[in-house]
T-cell receptor, first 111, second 113 residues
């Protein structure tokens, strides 16, 4: 079955700490992978996406993610978080046409 | 080019009433998808429509929920006789074709009292 797992449901960090959010997927075909961010009370924003090519993908706001095919993973990273990164982060895999989302990780950054 | 538009942004309904959620896709997009986000959960696929056709409604509850995407006008997600468990954020996405990236709207937050 197609699925996306995000292992950390809640993460609390201090400003300037490094961030890594895990995402593993289960999907049999060619994958398109995405990370979205949802700030409190706002809609989904695309952080970055992977379709093919360089497995290290750089997105907006200093985020990056690495696609590791052998591990079925697409972890999100940021070297130094800011208070404004407080939000919920969703990993998603696009199947034939529908997106399959993980349950999300709530990140709280302490000033 | 305006993004995906959804209205209303917030909708409050009493139990038993009907809820109608509208989605206008991006210009040039003829494929529309509806997702539901329940509290503490990720988005879950509900239905995929092209103009005048339902392609996949495997994620739609069998009763009370229906969706359409007419030749003219927005896509409509209709929930009849709402119950408290229908309270959620409903997101619409659109794409120019079935295998291309989807663009998400701001969502409609439905509250059933």
């Amino acid at each position: 079955a197609q699925s996306v797992s995000q292992h950390n449901h809640h993460v609390i960090l201090s400003e300037a700490a490094s961030l890594e959010l895990g995402c593993n997927y289960s999907y049999g075909g060619t994958v398109n992978l995405f990370w979205y961010v949802q700030y409190p009370g706002q809609h989904l924003q695309l952080l970055l996406k992977y379709f093919s090519g360089d497995p290290l993908v750089k997105g907006i706001k200093g985020f990056e993610a690495e696609f590791i095919k052998s591990k079925f993973s697409f972890n999100l990273r940021k070297p130094s978080v800011q208070w404004s990164d407080t939000a919920e982060y969703f990993c998603a895999v696009k199947g034939t046409y529908k997106y399959i989302f993980g349950t999300g990780t709530r990140l709280k950054v302490l000033a | 080019n305006a993004g995906v538009m959804q209205n209303p942004r917030h909708l409050v309904r009493r139990r038993g009433q009907e809820a109608r959620l509208r989605c206008s896709p991006m210009k040039g997009h003829s494929h529309v998808y509806w997702y539901r986000q329940l509290p503490e959960e990720g988005l879950k696929f509900m239905v995929y429509l092209q103009k005048e056709n339902i392609i996949d409604e495997s994620g739609m509850p069998k009763e009370r929920f229906s969706a359409e995407f007419p030749k003219e006008g927005p896509s409509i997600l209709r929930i009849q006789q709402v119950v408290r468990g229908d309270s959620a954020a409903y997101f619409c996405a659109s794409s120019p074709s079935g295998d291309s990236e989807q663009y998400f709207g701001p969502g409609t937050r439905l509250t059933v009292t």
